[in-house]
Nanobody
């Protein structure tokens, strides 16, 4: 069964850091680009970042550029999102996704979703 599982979310103070992980099972993640998305209460799900299959290309939303870093380890069938200098507006459920082919317009080509992990930034 094809599955993505996120972990690493939690409660952190403003300015703090978290590292989210995305573990794939039942399929080879290195056949896909990987996207991270988030959905805050009352808002639509939005794309945060994407990394292509070879990890040679990364894409970031303007709101997280310079603070978040996406990476992947194909040998572990996993991906990561390092989040630094967190702000209250980063509070959301974060999802990883397997994305078809590449990161161009990645929000429209999601093949599989994880179940999400809650990130809360609050003092």
């Amino acid at each position: 069964q094809k599955q993505l599982v996120e972990s690493g979310g939690g409660l952190v103070q403003p300015g703090g850091s978290l590292r989210l992980s995305c573990a794939a099972s039942g399929f080879a993640l290195d056949n896909y680009a990987i996207g991270w998305f988030r959905q805050a209460p009352g808002k639509e799900r939005e794309g945060v970042s994407c990394i292509n299959i070879s990890a040679g290309t990364t894409v970031y939303a303007d709101s997280v550029k310079g603070r978040f870093t996406i990476s992947r380890d194909n040998s572990k069938n996993a991906a990561y999102l390092e989040m630094n200098s967190l702000k209250p507006e980063d509070t959301a459920v974060y999802y990883c996704a397997a994305v078809l082919w590449h990161c161009i317009n990645y929000v429209y080509r999601v093949s599989s979703w994880g179940q999400g992990t809650q990130v809360t930034v609050s003092s």
